[in-house]
């Protein structure tokens, strides 16, 4: 394989991630920039083979004095993984969010995305069944219980 350099997501790698994964990534606002915000990709061969973003993500009233940085997407392309390109992404998300000041990083993913428990365990995430709420999903999702698994881990 190639070497894989890993970038801060701007507008052409953007356009590049939709064009591979699809409108969905920009329909759901996946891609998080800005104050307490981390994008970033893994690219190889000048093409992102793989991203993840995070956001800063309060807790639901009355909790919602109680932030932490919540991973949105994470995602790495068939055909590149096994390579531990997850596994740098989280790394260097979790290096951020520490120095940024998070004391918590967490994550939400519906049931169908079995394969990614492993990987929480394997890289230190605890994981706990959860019902999405509807507060802090999509707007198509809003008021539907989606059955899933939320992780996190202490920075
Ligand atoms: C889950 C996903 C992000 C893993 O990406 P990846 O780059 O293949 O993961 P890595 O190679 O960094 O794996 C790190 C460790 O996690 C574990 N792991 C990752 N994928 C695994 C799988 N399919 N089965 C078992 N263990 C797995 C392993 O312990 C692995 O270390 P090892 O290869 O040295 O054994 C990828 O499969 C994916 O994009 N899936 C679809 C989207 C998704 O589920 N996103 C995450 C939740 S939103």
Redesign the pocket.
Known sequence: MEKIIFQEIDTNLEQQIIETWGSWVKDWGCLHYGDGCYSLAAVCDGKPI?FISAYPAQLPPPLQMHWDAY?D??????D???????????HKTEQWAKAYGYRQIR???SDD?S??I??????GYGVCPAVMRGVSVKKEFIGKPINGFYVSKVL
């Open positions: 793989g991973i997407v994470l995602d790495v392309h068939r590149f993984r096994r390579h531990g390109i997850a596994r740098a992404l989280l994550s939400w993913s995305k394969e990614a492993p990987m929480w365990y394997a890289l």
